[in-house]
């Protein structure tokens, strides 16, 4: 686990490599290729998502276990990779079962206005675990709820998104994991 997250954490603070290492590459590259290779610093939010990709593809408890380690280390970059580990457009991935009792907690009037720009996949999850009577009020809301900022609209979504990091840490919504072949476990 010390070293899952030590390489998580390299990667997602990793610096430009010496400028002698790269021109030794170059001349590599350049011999096989025949072309030339111009090398640019990887943003830093690009790092923290591919950071967060890797975490979220770990099985069992190995991902809460590298988050636990990067917190303890580095508290900052252990925030910045868990905003990432899971979004609204993750909720695909939230079983049926699990995403009933979310639609429960969470208000309507929320729901609606997080749907606002929601993909048809995401629509199409949310209302197939509403009763009809619900989803057409909810729909009716949206419709009703005219321009909104679009600050607004993330906002309702992050509850959404914090409506179901809640039930997972009680361990009451199971996430189907990324990456798996099949398989279920739960988010952390």
């Keep these: 686990t010390e070293l899952q997250s030590e390489i ?95 639609l429960a907690e969470v208000d309507n009037n929320v729901i609606a206005l997080a749907l606002k720009t929601a993909n048809p996949e995401i629509e199409e999850k949310f209302f197939k675990n509403m009763s009809k009577r619900v989803g057409d009020s909810v729909k009716e809301v949206r419709d009703l709820l005219g321009p909104r900022l679009l600050s607004e609209v993330e906002a309702a979504q992050q509850q959404i998104v914090d409506a179901i990091k809640r039930l997972e840490a009680k361990g009451e919504t199971v996430l189907k994991k990324k990456g798996a072949k099949g398989s279920v476990d739960k988010f952390v």
């Design 8 to 102: 998580i954490m390299r990667i997602a603070t990793m610096e430009t490599p010496p400028t002698k290492l790269l021109l030794q590459v170059n001349e590599v590259v350049v011999s096989k290729i025949k072309s030339e290779d111009r090398r640019r610093k990887t943003p830093t939010k690009k790092k923290y998502k591919l950071a967060s990709e890797i975490i979220g593809n770990m099985e069992g408890t190995a991902d809460k276990n590298v988050i636990d380690q990067i917190s303890y280390k580095n508290p900052e970059l252990a925030d910045e990779i868990k905003k990432l580990l899971f979004t609204f457009d993750d909720i695909t991935n939230v079983q049926d079962e699990g995403l009933r009792k979310i």
